[in-house]
């Protein structure tokens, strides 16, 4: 793995900005992944994560049973995989064969980490209380990983239909703000 | 007012993509306006959105108290506003006329709206829960306002210590997703 470790205490910075995200579980020995757009930070350390994945989603199921799940974060030279990944079920296809992911162990969790996505998160659900009226869980990040070579990344960001925003330039003011 | 209504099921299309927000209140008879980046879509329709209000925030307890806030959706032009209202606090100051912004009436709520943030979601706390142990609050959107002359508005993505990244590009895929 060419990734480094990334400091828990700076993972809101990559999570706060909003981009889309393809989480992955690991359940009865079968890996899938899923994309999702609905979460936010809760904690910064350590760093919790609030997202909202629908029983709708095949994993739905993985994540209530196993409590474990992996964040990873794509580029704009992912946007196919990304929709496409969206748009079917991991309980017909093996979706990391039909859209050609790379998949990596993770260190602390079962569920694998996506080579090409440029950064990784290993979470454990540790908060179940809103699940059964919002489908939502509280996760806390528990290692993370990064690219060091990506400087500014180009993440993606969903407008709804199929439509992404591509991260653009940055720009920096003095504040006194994390 | 130049805005016109949104429709309450496209609202997602708005917070989705992550942009940081301006979170006004109303207490005892004064408006106040926050920074906040910790939020994420929860339904649909009726729009739920969550979000993290710490409790160190002058706002909490205006939100605590009246259960209703507006979230307004600032543009890149705005950047130096919005960290300058993160970095001081409603309790010392009034902010609007610091930072010379506009205030407009809500049609549902008692706070205010921003007239130069492009788009304005007038909101209800509507589950407290998670607000103990989180400082997370779930609102429901009871209307939406949008300036539709502003087609691809380049919002704000914080990324910590003031660095923001600025919408870019936007581009389509086919998709079945919402």
């Given amino acids: 793995m ?9 993972v809101y ?3 706060e900005p909003g981009p889309v995200v393809l989480v992955t579980t690991s359940y009865k020995g079968k ?3 899923m ?6 930070m809760m904690e910064f350390e350590p760093p ?5 994945i629908s029983g709708r989603n095949y994993s739905f199921d993985a994540l209530t049973a196993t409590k474990e799940c992996a964040i990873n974060i794509p580029t704009a ?3 196919k995989q ?11 296809v093996d979706k990391f064969r039909k859209f050609g992911l790379t998949l990596l162990p993770a260190l602390q969790l079962a569920p694998p980490l996506i080579a090409e996505c440029y950064a990784n998160l290993e979470c454990r659900v540790v908060d179940t209380r809103m699940v059964n009226k919002y489908n939502f869980f509280v996760l806390e990040v528990v290692k993370a990983w990064i ?7 180009h993440t993606l960001h969903h407008q709804g239909k199929g439509v992404f925003m591509v991260a653009g330039r940055t720009i920096k003011l003095p504040s006194k703000m994390k």
């Fill in 13 to 15: 910075r990559l999570l």
């Fill in 35 to 40: 994309t999702m757009s609905w979460h936010t």
């Fill in 31 to 33: 890996a899938n992944v």
């Fill in 77 to 79: 030279n992912l946007a």
């Fill in 147 to 153: 690219d060091p070579s990506r400087k500014n990344p």
């Fill in 2 to 10: 060419t990734k480094k470790t990334f400091p828990l205490s700076h």
């Fill in 48 to 52: 919790l994560v609030g997202c909202v």
């Fill in 82 to 92: 990304v929709v496409g990944i969206g748009n079917c079920s991991g309980n017909k």
